[in-house]
């Protein structure tokens, strides 16, 4: 063993400050977004701060932060509009900072979205910087910012929130920090249904933990999923997923502690994982009258539930009925495609277990649920483990390169963006 592996995870600024790079890559392709949108919408006679705080699911939000659940919509087709569909962690802290500052219940959200994006961006980071080095950590981050619905990242909606919260557990349990891990998928699970792949990452990786063997508790996370294959290849290969850089460039880790009270913290961190969810659906149940699957009626309400993709495959086989509709029907086939290659490719470039259990139950419930349609890009926005793969090839391109495909593609989704949120934009 070298001191390489021994190294301890810098706290505080240290840890910052090896993130600047990232953070900073971030802010400049975000702020190019927010800027093309700001002129976008002058020149359309809209305000971009509407367009970020005060429409569609937003909306919502702001009025469980003021007036607290119990508002509901009833459309002349008989479906009802509740809010309690809306999980609670982003109104509260809408009302928090609504009640210690002078910002509107709207621009209390658009902060929290800003400051959970920059938080975000800083898990996804590190979660990368843990599994394959410093460079394509910031890759990574940069390709999350430069998503076509990057857009959906500063607006006063739950994503950003969630992805932060999804993101830094995950590294915790990559990390070793059951405790950390339990905590916040726990917040995630109060911030979008979607928690639940955050509770299933953290049970599942620690039932692999408990399983592992002796020489596998020595790792990080303790457990063989936990380990640095950028800095492991196998005998005679060349690493798939390793990104190009000197050695420092490797991942900081931290010491393993004591096998009893480690395996303690692993039960208390999958314990904690699912009480934000359960909790909440419970209270749902409760509030309804309708029992423990009374949130389901709320989300039936909405026409939303898990079909197994049913719905989707009606909705992409409509499509080829004219012209040129046909043409969206097509890409939306390969936008599917490319998202269940990306996935195979995780898994070839054998990702650690809690990010392929988590990308992938991401991805299914994306796809397989019968909600708004339009709807499905900016729900696969928390998946940033299947943007990897992409991650790692610009990591291994030469930096004049990398800069201009970065800034080529990151123009185009600022332009994507503003002509999306003023035309259709997310429901």
């Given at each position: 063993m070298t001191d390489l592996g021994t190294r301890v995870v810098p706290p505080g600024f240290a840890a910052l400050r090896?993130?600047?790079?990232?953070?900073?890559?971030?802010?400049?392709?975000r702020g190019l977004g927010l800027l093309v949108l700001a002129l976008w919408s002058a020149a359309r006679g809209k305000s971009a701060?509407?367009?970020?705080?005060?429409?569609?699911?937003?909306?919502?939000?702001?009025?469980?932060?003021?007036?607290?659940?119990?508002?509901?919509?009833?459309?002349?087709?008989?479906?009802v509009h509740s809010n309690l569909a809306f999980f609670p962690l982003l109104p509260w802290l809408e009302r928090l900072l609504h009640a210690v500052s002078p910002l509107s219940y709207a621009d209390a959200g658009f902060a929290v979205a800003l400051l959970a994006s920059l938080a975000a961006a800083w898990g996804i980071f590190a979660v990368a910087d843990q599994v394959y080095g410093r460079?394509?950590?910031?890759?990574?981050v940069l390709v999350w910012a430069l998503l076509p619905i990057g857009i959906v990242q500063s607006m006063a909606y739950s994503e950003s929130l969630f992805t932060a919260l999804a993101a830094w557990s995950l590294y915790a349990v990559l990390t070793g920090r059951w405790v950390t891990a339990g905590v916040l998928a726990s917040l995630s699970g109060l911030t979008r249904p979607v928690g639940l792949a955050v509770v299933a990452a953290v049970w599942v990786a620690g039932l692999a933990s408990f399983t592992s063997s002796p020489r596998d508790r020595g790792t990080p996370s303790g457990s063989s999923f936990g380990r640095n294959?950028?800095?492991?290849?196998?005998?005679?290969?060349?690493?798939?997923?390793?990104a190009p850089g000197p050695p420092a460039d490797a991942p900081l880790r931290r010491e393993p502690a004591p096998e009893g009270a480690g395996r303690a913290a692993r039960a208390l961190g999958m314990l904690l994982a699912p009480l934000g969810t359960a909790g909440y659906v419970l209270w749902v149940?409760?509030?309804?009258?309708?029992?423990?699957?009374?949130?389901?009626?709320?989300?039936?309400?909405?026409?939303?539930g898990f079909d197994g993709g049913y719905a989707f495959a009606r909705f992409i086989a409509a499509k080829f009925t004219s012209?040129?509709?046909?043409?969206?029907?097509?890409?939306?086939?390969?936008?599917?495609?490319?998202?269940?290659?990306l996935y195979v490719v995780c898994v070839r470039q054998r990702q650690p277990l809690p990010l392929l259990v988590y990308g992938g139950v991401v991805l299914a419930l994306a796809l397989c649920t019968s909600?708004?349609?339009?709807?499905?890009?900016?729900?696969?926005?928390?998946?940033?483990?299947?943007?990897?793969?992409?991650?790692?090839?610009?990591?291994?391109?030469?930096?004049?390169?990398?800069?201009?495909?970065?800034?080529?593609?990151?123009?185009?989704?600022?332009?994507?963006?503003?002509?999306?949120?003023?035309g259709s934009g997310p429901p």
């Open positions: 090896r993130a600047a790079p990232a953070l900073l890559g971030y802010v400049a392709v701060h509407t367009l970020l705080t005060a429409r569609w699911d937003a909306l919502w939000y702001t009025r469980v932060a003021e007036l607290g659940y119990g508002y509901e919509v009833r459309l002349p087709n008989g479906d460079r394509a950590g910031v890759c990574a294959r950028s800095t492991a290849p196998e005998p005679g290969a060349r690493s798939p997923e390793r149940g409760h509030r309804t009258g309708q029992g423990p699957l009374g949130y389901l009626d709320v989300q039936a309400g909405w026409r939303n012209f040129p509709a046909a043409l969206a029907g097509l890409g939306l086939i390969v936008g599917v495609a490319a998202l269940i290659r909600s708004y349609f339009g709807s499905k890009p900016r729900l696969l926005l928390p998946a940033f483990p299947l943007l990897f793969p992409l991650a790692l090839a610009l990591a291994r391109s030469r930096t004049p390169r990398a800069a201009l495909v970065v800034g080529g593609v990151a123009v185009a989704s600022a332009v994507y963006g503003a002509w999306w949120l003023n």
